[in-house]
């Protein structure tokens, strides 16, 4: 019974926070943490994009003229009844802030947000595979706003705290996170000072309980990409996310695979929720052959874009690229490259679906809006948002291997039938699969 109530307390703490969420004008960033345009505009085109904004809102907007006497005639209501307005303990945010938070938010568009001043110069710091933090990798679900951690890294404070992949934050401290920006979430609050306290409070599924953690933040490498030669001079290389130093630590361990006489290459991209895709960009070049068509974008107010391989670089090894559910956005990018050029097969289960790209505009007084502004398509001409990328062949994850912070390779089951494929062939692989997968009687 109580099993059952702590269950329906998580799920109804969901509800709740989306919402809340809804309410407040806090959209959640999804599990795909970006897809960029791949130009930003200079200062004088923001400024030439903030007067087409306007103009276009003094067509398609609200009645501004109408709007200020309603407002003023709310707040004095605001000013004569409002119990709470001088109550010491309660400090009410910007109401102006809020309204614009709002009025984004009625775009019904969870990718599109408003960040304040403080809010944007936070998103803004770069994040070079260093920052001080617990070592944790989050994705969120865009439409329950729940936020999952998807990794953990080894030699950490959330690894020594006990954290485990799986866990869902609800709580920082005495703040509720539930629907939180995802972005604000990890720069606000899981990120600070070396050497400084934080509580978290996760729900975690498998034993259906909340659980408090107190860990100290510390300096936290995190390589984007990380590789190794496997048995059979096979090449295995893991990309986390998409940051602007990916393309180049990728590079680096191709060429050092290759050098020592790398027969084939395993791409991991599970877990991996995307980023910069510049970064997708370059690791696509560097293995198509150049004139293979990378991605291309198609939206508003924005020119249509296609990117094509041209480094002069190709690959030299047959290629197969692991995928799961939590593959999404930058990540999915290389995987439709690839896969639609006909240089890898993918294998896993099939991917997110973000396939739309966003574009951050600043404010002159030093805020921002994120919009989307337009889709992006696989070399294909298929636009897989909301959709995915089905894998050539598929295969799950052993239900015991989910919650592990690290999974032995000779024990990861889809790891292992990669290897089946390049080793012994698709189909060989795809027989040696239908005899392990027990059948149901």
């Known amino acids: 019974m109580e099993e059952k109530e702590t269950k329906n307390k998580f799920w109804k703490g969901v509800l709740v926070g989306a919402l809340v969420t809804a309410f407040s004008g806090l959209i959640a960033v999804g599990m795909a943490a970006g897809i960029w345009t791949l130009a930003r505009g200079s200062n004088a085109n923001h400024s030439t994009q903030a007067s087409d904004a306007e103009n276009a809102g003094q067509q398609n907007g609200p009645d501004m003229a109408k709007i200020g006497p309603k407002l003023g005639y709310i707040q004095q209501l605001i000013d004569r009844y409002y119990l709470f307005l001088d ?28 960040y304040t001043a403080e809010e944007y110069s936070s998103v803004q ?55 939180m920006d ?62 602007e130093v990916t393309g180049e630590q990728f590079k680096k361990a191709y060429d050092d695979l290759e050098s020592k006489g790398m027969k084939g290459m395993i791409l991991d991209l599970r877990n991996n929720g995307g980023g910069v895709v510049t970064a997708a960009k370059d690791i696509s070049d560097y293995l198509l052959p150049d004139g293979d068509t990378i991605v291309s974008f198609k939206g508003k107010g924005v020119p249509d874009s ?31 490259a690839l896969k639609d050029n006909g240089v890898a097969r993918i294998l896993g289960t099939k991917t997110f679906g973000k396939g739309i790209a966003q574009g951050i505009f600043s404010i002159p007084d030093g805020s921002a809006v994120k919009l989307t502004t337009s889709y992006y398509y696989v070399p294909s001409g298929e636009c897989i948002h909301g959709k995915g990328i089905e894998p050539d062949l598929e295969v799950e994850l052993k239900d015991e291997l989910k919650n592990k912070i690290e999974i032995p390779k000779e024990d990861d089951n889809q790891l292992q039938a990669a290897v089946s494929v390049l080793t012994d062939g698709e189909e060989a692989a795809r027989e040696k699969l239908k005899q392990e997968t027990p059948v149901d009687k």
């Not at 710091?125 to 990798?137: F, K, L, R």
């Not at 509580?199 to 408090?212: K, L």
């Not at 990409?225 to 496997?230: A, D, K």
Request: net charge negative; charged share 25%.
């Open 182 to 243: 995802l972005s604000l979430l990890v720069s606000d609050y899981i990120k600070g000072e070396e050497g400084t306290e934080v509580s978290v409070t996760v729900y975690r599924e498998s034993t259906d309980d909340y659980v408090d953690m107190t860990m100290k933040r510390a300096i936290v490498q995190n390589p984007t990409v990380e590789y190794s030669m496997l048995d059979k001079k096979i090449g295995y290389i893991s990309v986390s996310t998409f940051e």
């Open 125 to 179: 710091e770069s994040n070079e595979g260093e920052y001080c933090g617990i070592g944790v990798q989050v994705s969120q679900n865009v439409y329950t706003g729940v936020i999952t951690v998807v990794k953990v890294f080894k030699g950490t404070p959330a690894e020594q705290a006990g954290m485990l992949p799986g866990d869902v934050i609800t709580g920082v401290g005495d703040v509720n996170v539930e629907g």
């Open 306 to 336: 296609s990117y094509e391989a041209e480094d002069g670089h190709q690959a030299s090894v047959p290629i197969v690229v692991l995928v799961n559910e939590q593959s999404a956005s930058a990540a999915e990018v290389v995987t439709g």
């Open 87 to 114: 109550d010491e303990e309660s400090e009410p945010e910007d109401p102006v802030e809020w309204m614009y938070r709002g009025y984004v938010y009625s775009l019904g568009d969870p990718y599109s947000t408003y």
